[in-house]
């Protein structure tokens, strides 16, 4: 059997995807600049799940899954590092005409659908609820028309989260 070593050494491998890593780390901070934040204070995790799903089907949607992320990093947690959020769940709907209109003008903006926006609080502050999600930008009309959609969802369910039913 032959062993290809990858820079000479017989952890090149390991160094290859160390080098990647790192790579991939330098480049991270532009990729989140794209993230919308809502928080909510002084309201509770129940309350502003109800109203983001309620805002959602206020514009005539439906949603398509609850992700319940927090419980997924509890249970695939490595290394034994702390969790930061209270509580936290992703949740995915989609608008078919907005997803044509996408579509129809790119057919690589399938990749912006389903829509979704996470809402979160942080273990050491569970009464700040947070809302977020990635803007789909403004190069097209379909795009806009997504942005758009997004902020009226995130603003209609910090809303309701503040009323604290």
């Not at 790192?22 to 509770?44: C, E, H, K």
């Not at 509580?87 to 995915?92: D, F, L, P």
Request: hydrophobic share 45%.
């Amino acid at each position: 059997m032959v062993s290809v070593h990858l820079f000479g050494t017989s952890h090149g491998a390991s160094h290859f995807f160390l080098v990647f890593l790192l790579l991939l780390g330098i480049s991270m901070p532009t990729m989140a600049d794209d993230t919308v934040l809502v928080t909510v204070s002084n309201s509770d995790f129940r309350t502003a799940h109800d109203g983001l799903v309620e805002a959602i089907e206020s514009e005539g949607l439906v949603v398509g899954s609850i992700l319940p992320f927090r419980d997924m990093l509890a249970r695939t947690a490595v290394g034994g590092g702390a969790i930061p959020y209270g509580e936290a769940e992703i949740i995915q709907f989609c608008s078919s005409l907005l997803a044509a209109e996408l579509v129809r003008e790119d057919p690589r903006q399938l990749t912006l659908c389903p829509l979704s926006i996470a809402l979160y609080s942080l273990a050491e502050n569970p009464t700040g609820i947070h809302l977020a999600y990635r803007s789909p930008g403004d190069s097209t009309a379909g795009r806009r028309r997504a942005e758009s959609l997004l902020q009226r969802i995130v603003r209609r369910a910090a809303e309701l989260a503040r009323l604290r039913w």
